[in-house]
């Protein structure tokens, strides 16, 4: 059963502000920051930006923490730059929550699971992590390969036709089921990410260059925070198989399951979702 009713899109949050920080090689990464209370940063998954994947959820966490929604670099509020390999993403978000000024605890969707861990590993400005369904490329099974591959060759042969939304449609096929999709339609969502397509295209050409990433069991042994990994009950057997693999690398990891979701969770359960990083947070910050 779905949230009901779901957040607007776009609706504005009381309190809202920015910041900013420039990285290494000169990149300004920004992010919208909502509420008040001990410091939430939230990374987004490979799709969208962090305001379109996660305003649904940051609505019901306002009152309580501060929501700083960072962006990948050549999205929302942060400068643009070719270079979307790993390391450099994951150095992009280390500037990020280190200019905060205390710690923070993370969270991330998908692919920004994986960074939210990379970082944990190497910050002192982490105090916790609860990823969402972080996605671990090396966990996919030949099934889920082929029903990658064939959602990525869509998309860019979409793209190429000019056909953005349709392209980001496609792309969800993998990781999203038939009733989540029409949630992420009903919601708009194809819509507003398809301008990041070429990003997200380019981002998956670099993902298989070095860095750190939760694939690595050296990276996720160094995370000694705290860590909660999220998980729809109703996942894809690919996340479920991320999620256990992060546990059984993590030294002090637990999972804990969404009753009735799936991975698009933070468009189609964000109160549930928000309950759950409430929870998580609300201990470590007490």
């Not at 942060?78 to 390999?85: I, Q, R």
């Not at 301008?195 to 380019?202: F, M």
């Not at 925070?225 to 999620?243: E, H, N, Q, R, Y």
Request: proline content about 7%; aromatic content about 6%.
């Amino acid at each position: 059963m779905l949230d009901a009713p779901l957040r607007p899109r776009y609706s504005r949050m009381s309190n809202e502000r920015t910041h900013h920080v420039t990285t290494t090689d000169g990149v300004r990464i920004g992010g919208t920051v909502h509420g008040q209370g001990p410091s939430l940063v939230f990374l987004q998954g490979a799709v969208g930006d962090c305001d379109i994947d996660w305003n649904r959820v940051v609505g019901h966490l306002t009152g309580r923490f501060t929501c700083h929604l960072p962006s990948v670099r050549g999205r929302g509020l942060s400068g643009d730059h070719p270079d979307l390999s790993p390391a450099r993403l994951v150095d992009d978000f280390l500037a990020y929550v280190d200019s905060i000024g205390e710690p923070a605890g993370m969270t991330g969707w998908s692919s920004g699971g994986n960074w939210a861990l990379a970082v944990a590993a190497q910050s002192d400005a982490v105090a916790a992590v609860a990823p969402f369904e972080p996605g671990l490329l090396s966990m996919a099974d030949e099934r889920a390969q082929v029903v990658m591959g064939e959602a990525v060759a869509s998309t860019a042969s979409l793209a190429a036709e000019g056909s953005l939304s349709a392209a980001v449609r496609a792309f969800l096929g993998f990781p999203f089921s038939d009733e989540e999709i029409a949630v992420a339609e009903d919601e708009g969502y194809p819509e507003a990410a398809g301008r990041y397509v070429p990003s997200l295209l380019n981002l998956l050409r670099q993902s298989g260059e070095e860095g750190p990433t939760a694939d690595d069991p050296a990276v996720l042994g160094a995370v000694q925070v705290p860590v909660l990994i999220l998980l729809g009950s109703d996942t894809k057997p690919f996340f479920t198989a991320c999620a256990r693999y992060v546990a059984e690398h993590v030294p002090n990891a637990r999972i804990h399951e969404i009753r009735g979701a799936g991975h698009a969770a933070p468009l189609t359960h964000p109160e549930a979702l928000a309950a759950a990083l409430t929870e998580s947070f609300a201990i470590r910050h007490n």
